[in-house]
């Protein structure tokens, strides 16, 4: 096992502090072992410190029109509801975002209910 010496060791416990930010602790007494500390340039370090990927500068494309498509999410349920419903069926709407949302009795009256809302393309997530 490699040894590893004062510095380091304050170096991890101080979130991997730079070295100069570890000497001005040490100008203050703060922490005496630390003066004149040389790190080692260790790879975690350096990648930690990198800037990451901007997010986008513009939002995701959407669809153009109403129903073009239509996200659909079935989901059971353990605990039967008053009318012993024991699915629920969300439709979203990738257009304007909206939401729709029913209960079921079985998984297959999701069908009837995808009928009604005419999408020309549907995305559907059986869960």
């Known amino acids: ?9 304050w170096h ?9 930010e570890m000497q001005k602790v040490a100008v203050d007494d703060l922490i005496p072992e630390v003066k004149n500390v040389q790190l080692n340039k260790w790879t975690d370090c350096l990648v930690g410190k990198q800037n990451g ?21 079935v989901c059971y349920v ?23 949302a029913t209960v079921l ?12 809302c005419g999408p020309a393309k549907t995305s559907c997530t059986d869960i």
């Open 12 to 20: 991890k416990r101080l979130c991997h502090m730079s070295e100069k």
């Open 105 to 116: 009795k079985t998984k297959d009256q999701q069908r009837r209910y995808s009928a009604e």
């Open 1 to 9: 096992m490699a040894t590893i010496t004062v510095g380091e060791l």
């Open 78 to 100: 353990d605990t039967n509801s008053h009318a012993r419903s024991q699915y629920f069926v969300t439709f979203i709407d990738d257009y304007n975002r909206k939401l729709w």
């Open 53 to 73: 990927t901007s997010f986008l500068s513009r939002p995701p494309m959407r669809e153009k029109a109403l129903r073009e498509l239509v996200h659909t999410y």
